[in-house]
């Protein structure tokens, strides 16, 4: 069993017991939450889409990271201009606890 759902505007295929990295949400570590947003859901070969969707999936937040650096540098020949920023996006770890 597998459902497809939306998380931070991406979409992930999920079944239980997976971990994932998504886009950061709210929430401190060990917290339980609900995934609203189900888009499909296979249940053994049987196919639920849109408002046929009756399944929760809930998951819990196992840690915080953050990712690579992502460096932008800015320059212009010949003018001495020179700009360097960089930036670490936060993600979340979560593992699939149940699709019911």
Same mark, same amino acid.
């Given at each position: 069993?597998?459902?497809?759902?939306?998380?931070?505007?991406?979409?992930?295929?999920?079944?239980?017991?997976?971990?994932?990295?998504?886009?950061?949400?709210?929430? #401190?570590?060990?917290?339980?939450?609900?995934?609203?947003? /189900?888009?499909?859901?296979?249940?053994?070969?049987?196919?639920?889409?849109?408002?046929? /969707?009756?399944?929760?999936?809930?998951?819990?937040?196992? #840690?915080? /990271?953050?990712?690579?650096? /992502?460096?932008?540098?800015?320059?212009?020949?010949?003018?001495?201009?020179?700009?360097?920023?960089?930036?670490?996006?936060?993600?979340?770890?979560?593992?699939?606890? #149940?699709?019911?």
């Amino acid at each position: 069993m597998f459902a497809i759902v939306k998380i931070a505007g991406h979409q992930y295929k999920v079944e239980a017991g997976q971990q994932l990295y998504v886009s950061h949400i709210e929430g #401190s570590v060990g917290d339980k939450i609900e995934i609203p947003e /189900v888009l499909l859901v296979d249940n053994d070969g049987k196919l639920s889409v849109g408002k046929d /969707v009756t399944v929760k999936v809930s998951a819990e937040i196992l #840690s915080e /990271v953050q990712g690579d650096k /992502v460096i932008a540098f800015k320059m212009k020949r010949r003018k001495g201009f020179r700009k360097k920023i960089g930036h670490r996006k936060l993600y979340t770890k979560l593992r699939i606890e #149940s699709i019911a």
